[in-house]
């Protein structure tokens, strides 16, 4: 089966402190991606990463950034938290394969983030 | 773009049957289908693939207009374990999807 976890369940910070959430995966996967969810909102992509120092924006990458050294892992980077970033976080992964969209996304529990 | 799931919400007894449906207004590779339970990660159910197949999980199906970029999940004599919110996916290029809004269903004894 594959797993992806995540670092933390639950995790409180203070306004403008620097957040680090972590994923990783142990399917080598090629693709990762994180999203958040809100109420009403469903799920939306913040960033995603093909490859090992790749990464793309997402549809709303502003005020995080994301490192993806090795490619087991993938970590969301809050360079400043601000309260409007409070959310439930949410990391997948999934194998690229020549013909699109035949690889389903597998996700980990998740981060719930509380900003202060 | 979003894709528009419908309807937001559900509730049914046990045995009664149900459609979400998923509406994209861009052209799609494939519809992916995902459940989520309170608390948990989502958990992924089943992909269409562009070429308007239907696929089918037990009693859990689904079908993929590609012409109208639709695709709707169809489930049949619902059990207490339906319950949860699901998630249509769409792809438009690469492996990125797209998430709709998620249709809350409820399956009541």
Redesign the interface.
């Given at each position: 089966d594959v797993k992806?976890t995540q670092s933390s369940r639950y995790l409180v910070k203070r306004t403008g402190e620097k957040v680090f959430l972590e994923c990783v995966q142990d399917m080598d996967h090629e693709?990762m991606?994180w999203?958040r969810q809100d109420p009403?909102?469903?799920?939306?992509?913040i960033y995603?990463s093909?490859d090992v120092k790749m990464k793309?924006k997402?549809?709303i990458p502003e005020g995080y950034s994301v490192s993806r050294e090795k490619k087991e892992r993938f970590s969301l980077i809050l360079e400043s938290a601000s309260t409007n970033q409070t959310s439930m976080y949410?990391c997948a992964s999934?194998f690229?394969t020549t013909y699109?969209?035949?690889?389903?996304?597998?996700?980990?529990?998740?981060t719930r983030l509380s900003i202060l | 773009q979003q894709p528009v799931q419908s309807p937001q919400a559900v509730i049914l007894r046990e045995g009664e049957d149900a459609v979400i449906n998923c509406s994209s207004s861009k052209a799609l590779y494939s519809v992916h289908w995902y459940r989520q339970k309170h608390g948990e990660a989502p958990v992924f159910l089943m992909i269409l693939l562009k070429g308007g197949e239907q696929k089918g999980h037990d009693k859990i199906s689904a079908s993929f207009n590609e012409k109208k970029q639709q695709s709707s999940l169809y489930l049949t004599a619902s059990q207490l374990s339906y319950s949860g919110t699901y998630f249509c996916g769409t792809e438009t290029s690469g492996s990125r999807l797209t998430f709709g809004e998620g249709t809350q269903l409820t399956v009541n004894p």
């Open positions: 992806v693709n991606f999203y009403g909102l469903g799920l939306r992509l995603f093909y793309e997402g549809d949410l999934s690229t699109p969209g035949n690889q389903p996304q597998h996700f980990g529990d998740g | -």
